[in-house]
């Protein structure tokens, strides 16, 4: 059943393509242009000013543009931000509101005809707001009518299990502590998260070879590393901050080796946007890049590995690490003969590469002891994808690469809190450990069945066995794959819920029943019956660190994320021994409930008041591996990719351009890879435009095959890029119509939006 004829997918229009020459070097001067351009048409000049001298300083609130870590000690005179960091201030602070009158003027099915550009640009929403039964225009409700239609709503489902719980990884420790709490006091463990389509193959790949799902670097381990790998990641857009901790990697003398089918500007040349000196020459980041073709990394990391074979057989010793493999890991053997049964032949198709360049990665990698490999979405978003994690593992135990200084795991995350909302506990698998802790401490019996990831809630609504969608932020229909799909399966739902701060599309693609609960953000004083509250968030590193808005909430009728869930709990929960509207009055309070139910948290009050925060115990970190099941680093055998391309078909991998935060889109420019002013485009090698006879800017239709079932994107511009024969790229969300929601990584469920198979025709 859908309603009306709303629009999941942005319009096939183009915007007005300008293509550019792509620059030599990232950052610099440009983009400090760039985020003053934003901050001034978004917030204006003053304000913005004063915002951008508070991000990342202790005092200050928590960028929400990334997860990478601030530094422990110094940080920056001007500010720890970054071109993007601003941008995401800047989408924050937007002096543009969506208010009452603006529902009141604007249908939803009229604004579900705009590109997510558009919709974005509408601005915050300054008022609870409900979409009654069969309207199309959203309505103001009361806050205590919306918590109680919440309440009413989940009480009348036959089973807890009905309701959905998503979250996006934006969301403050307390907020996302009260709310897994709430949802396990309902009766259920249907908590998805943003994690789902993102890190959690790493986070499976890691626990199950080194006992913990987060990696084991901290900045400072940048300036001693040998070698810093960095793979499947773009950081000159993604993280850009990151960056500079790459120069301090160089400045120690240390190397850098860049896996990736593109040669990402930001990877290849920076210029510090912090140090005006280097505006004009920059430095020189990669010192080998390997241009991987799609999901070819498991088959070029078993031929490096073969390479480091054969040279620790001519001397035993001079490449591995024997001691750290004989005492600290299990399954070498195993993982040693499975090794030596490939052959460097057939695996080198698989990765586009000359043989020649990988020898020379492979002397570089068995010269250096002290290695540390970063990677994210390249890695993450494969079939195969747990396979690449477990093979970085295998390589850096190889070399004794973990648990030292200068060297280990960096899975660099997305979202500014997306670590921290996992180690609350919002996840659908939670350990028995963690439930019994909560039983203990709030007195409630726990649900113990596992609940629905992302891709099972999708398939759980789709076929009515749940009828409920909560989103604690995020924008569900444009992040999740196969849009036409989730489009029907949020459209079955009787009700459907948004705690935002902005407008987006997974407002428009509703449940019978909608509502809009606008919240504040992270740059906004919140203030609580006690006073000024703060909040706290772990980055990407494991320190937690306090995170304290500076601006007046843009609306009196804005909640706190915590008060929002307090206020559903409330209405919702009739037997509950928790106070819950007393635990938002004051957030020491849910502090103090986080360090009795969550190991780590000791003194959260008081070591969350000190400078910069405190780290999170790290077991790899420490050259521990006891809570593996050997009790000891585990080698793995991993598989290589399994997708076979036919002569006329394409792997499409789905990225983000220069403008965009996910699913809200800053701009339409790309400019580090000299795309502007459009965002309906396909890169692809020369030489497979010539023989489809495809010419540059041309209009093709793409097809998805999966299974023998077809999905269908239409109207792209084809660009000449400089990417491996038979891969193309494109953006998300405009291709996620296109990503099978069946087609997904073995293990951890995580949409493999990087390996899309499609054929390309001429419009
Ligand atoms: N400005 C900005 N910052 C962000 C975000 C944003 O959208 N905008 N998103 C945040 C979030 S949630 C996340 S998860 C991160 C995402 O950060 P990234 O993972 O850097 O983001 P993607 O654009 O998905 O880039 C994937 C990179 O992997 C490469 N790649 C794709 N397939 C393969 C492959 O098979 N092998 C290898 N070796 N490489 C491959 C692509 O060429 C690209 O460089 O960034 C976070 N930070
Ligand atoms: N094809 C394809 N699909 C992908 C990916 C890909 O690479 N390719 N990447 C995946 C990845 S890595 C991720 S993490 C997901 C992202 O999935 P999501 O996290 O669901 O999406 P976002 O676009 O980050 O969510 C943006 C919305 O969050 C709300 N918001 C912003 N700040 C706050 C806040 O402080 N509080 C609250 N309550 N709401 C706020 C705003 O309303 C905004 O519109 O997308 C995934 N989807
Ligand atoms: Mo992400």
Known sequence: MKNKDLKAQPPEEFTGIKLTEIPKTAAGFKAIQSSLKHIVDEVGLIKGIGLLSKINQKEGFDCPGCAWPDPDEKRAFLAEYCENGAKAIAEEATKNRVSPMFFATHSVSELSELSDYEIGKKGRITHPMILKEGSDHYEEISWEDAFKLIGSELNTLKSPDEAIFYTSGRTSNEAAFL?????????????????????ESSGVGLSETLGIGKGSVTLDDFNHADLVIVMGQNPGTNHPRMLSALKDTKKHGGKIMTINPLPEVGLM????????????????????????????????????????????????????????????????????????????????PQTGIELSQ???AAQMIAENKKIIICWAMGLTQHKNAVDNIREIVNLLL???????????????????NVQGDRTMGIWEKPKDSFLDSLEKEFGFKAPREHGYDVVDAIEAMHKKKASVFIGMGGNFISATPDTEYTSTALQNCDLTVHISTKLNRSHLIHGKTALILPCLGRSEKDVQAAGEQFVSVENSMGVVHQSHGHLEPLSSELLSETAIVCGIANA??????????????????????????????DDYNKRVRINGGFYLPNNARENNFSPTKTGKANFSINKTSEIKLEINEFMMMTIRSHDQYNTTIYGLDDRYRGIKNERRVIMMNKNDMNDLNLSKLDIVNLTSHFNDEKRYAKKFLVIPYDIPRQCTATYFPETNVLVPIQSKADISNTPASKTVIITIDKA
Not at 184 to 198: A, E
């Open 358 to 360: 990988i020898e020379d």
């Open 572 to 601: 919702t929960l009739k037997d509950s021994k928790v106070k819950w509207l007393d635990l938002t009055t004051n957030y020491d309070l849910i502090r103090n409930k986080i360090e009795n139910t969550i190991p780590g948290f």
């Open 269 to 348: 040349n920076f210029k510090d946007p912090q140090n005006p000196l280097k505006w004009f020459s920059g430095d020189k980041l990669t010192d080998i890049f390997l241009q991987v073709k799609i999901n070819g990394d498991v088959a070029l990391l078993k031929i490096i590995m073969l390479l480091l074979l054969e040279k620790e057989n001519k001397n035993k010793g001079s490449v591995f690490d024997l001691d750290f493999i004989n005492n600290k890991t299990a399954n070498y053997k195993a993982f040693i003969s499975d090794l030596e049964k490939e052959s460097i032949k057939n695996l080198l």
């Open 179 to 199: 709310y897994q709490l709430f949802v396990r006091q309902f009766g259920t463990n249907n908590l998805p998260d943003c994690s789902n389509m993102c890190h």
């Open 398 to 416: 190889l070399k004794g690469s973990i648990g030292k200084k200068g060297a280990g795991t960096c899975p660099v995350r997305g979202h500014s």
